[in-house]
Structures are given as structure tokens and as C-alpha cells.
């Protein structure tokens, strides 16, 4: 269903096209696919975020905001869901048309080294809320204007958001970009994160678990 907060915040400066050039993507488990890699001049964070094209892009594109993550998407860290969500969400796209923008927002927005600090505390016991706030950092620091930049940019005004998150389908819609439809993605479980999952389902107004097949890890 479409978001309906209907608030605006001040839209922001448009973006331009920096590079675009084509890569073909290859995952463990041998799915491969190629992808059209789009670079910005102008992004409002300053930050090098990516847009992946992937299949045929055409009327309202589904679309993933990937926030990175260094330990799940390369190293393949079973202490979160993010490199499963990864390869799921490049498969879905290719198969529907759209883009996957790869967002440089380590941590929720808090970095590497403060993720890992977080992760320590995480193991005396804290949830991965409260080791933010512990290290005087917030819960979620994402912000998505750069990422409603990108898709404007790419003549993307309305798109199909493959997200659980309501957070990211609703600072689009505040930044200019109409949410058609929020499509849920699948949860990856596995015993190493079946906590950090279920301390998002219960610390947010994510949809986990609500009427979404339980994928375990591999699947």
C-alpha cells in the first residue's frame, strides 16, 4: 500500500548522471547477472552512493535502498541479514526491472568502526538499539534524501519499494518520491541472527515476520 504521510520536507537540489557504465555481478552461489552502475554529481551527503540498473527498467521500477554493510555483504557476517537481503534483492529487481541503490551507510548511518564498537556491547548483552545509545550514537542515523536524489535523477518520481523499513518509503515520500506500492522482502533466519532480527521486528514498525516466508540463510 502507498505510504501516507503526506508531510514535505523541502525537496532537494537535483543531481546529474557523473558515470555510468556496465557490470557484470556474480554471487557465491552462482547467480549472475548484469547491472548498469550509475555515479552522481551532487548528492546532498557528499557520499559515493551507487544506483544499479538491473533488468528492464520501465513504468514504476522496483526498488531496493541497500545500506551498506562491509561484514555481511562482503565477508559474509551470519550476525545480520544484510548480504542475503543483498542477493535476494539483486534477483528480484533483474527479474521485475528497477534499481538497487547501494547506499554508503555503514552501520545505520553510525560507520564501521562504531558498528563493530556497537557489536561488542551487543555481546555483554545489549540489544542492538540500546549499543547505539550506549555509544551516544542514534538508533537509525539513515537519511534518505540523496537516495530520492538518485531516483529523480534517473526519472524515477514514483517507484515499487522493496523494503520492510516504513521509515525509507516514508522520507521518500517526503522528498518528492511516490511510494506506488511497499513490496516486503523475505527474512533471512539463521541462528547467529535470529536475535538482531527480532530486536527489529520489536523495536520498530517494521513488518518482520507478518505474513512473510521465513528464509533461512542458503535457501
Do not use: W
Not at 80 to 107: F, H, K, T
Not at 184 to 198: I, M, P, Q
Not at 205 to 211: I, K, S
Amino acid at each position: 500500500m502507498p505510504h501516507t504521510d503526506t508531510a514535505r520536507a523541502k525537496l532537494p537540489a537535483p543531481a546529474t548522471v557523473r558515470s555510468r557504465v556496465r557490470i557484470p555481478l556474480a554471487f557465491p552461489d552462482g547467480y549472475r547477472v548484469e547491472a548498469e552502475v550509475f555515479t552522481f554529481h551532487g548528492l546532498t551527503d557528499g557520499a559515493e552512493h551507487l544506483a544499479l540498473a538491473l533488468g528492464e527498467v520501465r513504468g514504476t521500477p522496483l526498488v531496493r535502498l541497500h545500506s551498506e554493510c562491509l561484514t555481511g555483504d562482503v565477508f559474509g557476517s551470519a550476525r545480520c541479514d544484510c548480504g542475503p537481503q543483498l542477493r535476494e534483492s539483486v534477483e528480484r529487481i533483474a527479474e521485475a526491472g528497477g534499481y538497487l541503490l547501494y547506499l554508503r551507510q555503514e552501520g545505520r548511518g553510525i560507520g564501521l568502526y562504531n558498528k563493530l564498537d556497537a557489536y561488542a556491547l551487543q555481546d555483554s548483552g545489549l540489544d542492538t538499539y540500546q549499543a547505539n545509545t550506549a555509544l551516544g550514537l542514534p538508533e537509525d542515523g539513515r537519511d534518505y534524501t540523496a537516495a530520492a536524489q538518485m531516483l529523480t535523477t534517473l526519472g524515477a518520481p514514483a517507484v515499487r519499494l522493496l523494503s520492510n523499513n516504513p521509515d525509507k518509503a516514508g522520507q521518500l515520500a517526503r522528498h518528492g518520491v511516490e511510494v506506488a506500492e511497499r513490496v516486503a522482502t523475505g527474512v533471512h533466519l539463521s541462528e547467529s541472527n535470529v536475535r538482531y532480527l527480532r530486536t527489529k521486528a520489536d523495536g520498530t514498525d517494521r513488518t518482520l515476520g507478518h505474513g512473510i516466508e521465513l528464509l533461512p540463510v542458503g535457501a
